[in-house]
């Protein structure tokens, strides 16, 4: 097992999530393209980062008095901007564009994602980084909607990760296999990076 190197940064997680009953550990994938390589010449990209919009939103509920994940929520959305994905995009994220032409779109998720969570009140939120909740917020500004989400805590657990353990910031697989923990499903599906997040916060807290 990795020592905790710095109890307390652990300490201050475990002040953060004490008000909560539940931690939603949540991940997006999004439409996306391939920057040139290193030395090679800069290349035209179909889909611009300001332009991503998010495909798929994993999410895994974990109750924080158990420690334990009680449900989850996956849904595909279907992009409006570019709804052609690229061939980079299927092939990191092995998302059909079958799965996000037959997907509702970003407002009738979040519905969808609302009526779920009414069985989750005193919940707060954390992923892998900060992307996916500027995604969110990128996402409702363009469509003039409310992001999904909103009013409610946000945590970014990479942080938590490195300081808790005083190591250098590391991508979510790097980090799980790291806590001498198997990665479960595929890498870059919104689902399975969610569940993977849920089983590093439940072995930090644990």
Not at 22 to 32: G, N, R
Not at 45 to 58: A, F, S, Y
Not at 70 to 95: E, G, N, Y
Not at 131 to 139: A, E, S, V
Request: hydrophobic share 40%; proline share 6%.
């Amino acid at each position: 097992m990795v020592p905790v190197r710095k109890p307390q940064h652990l300490g201050a997680l475990r002040d953060i999530l004490s008000p909560y009953r539940y931690l939603l550990c949540v991940d997006l994938e999004a439409t996306c393209d391939e920057d040139a390589k290193p030395g090679e010449p800069p290349c035209q990209l179909i889909v611009q980062r300001e332009d991503m919009e998010t495909i798929e939103i994993g999410l895994a509920v974990i109750d924080l008095s158990s420690l334990k994940v009680v449900d989850q929520f996956q849904s595909f959305v279907r992009p409006t901007l570019h709804p052609v994905l690229t061939d980079f995009c299927r092939a990191l994220t092995t998302i059909k564009q079958s799965d996000v032409d037959a997907a509702p779109d970003y407002v009738w998720v979040a519905q969808m994602l609302d009526a779920f969570l009414v069985d989750y009140p005193n919940s707060m939120w954390c992923s892998w980084g900060d992307y996916d909740f500027k995604q969110l917020q990128q996402d409702a500004s363009r469509l003039n909607c409310r992001p999904m989400l909103d009013g409610m805590r946000h945590t970014n657990l990479k942080k938590w990760h490195w300081k808790v353990y005083d190591c250098r910031a590391l991508g979510l697989q790097p980090a799980v296999e790291m806590l001498g923990m198997e990665w479960e499903g595929t890498y870059h599906r919104g689902i399975d990076d969610a569940r993977n997040v849920a089983s590093v916060a439940i072995h930090m807290l644990g």
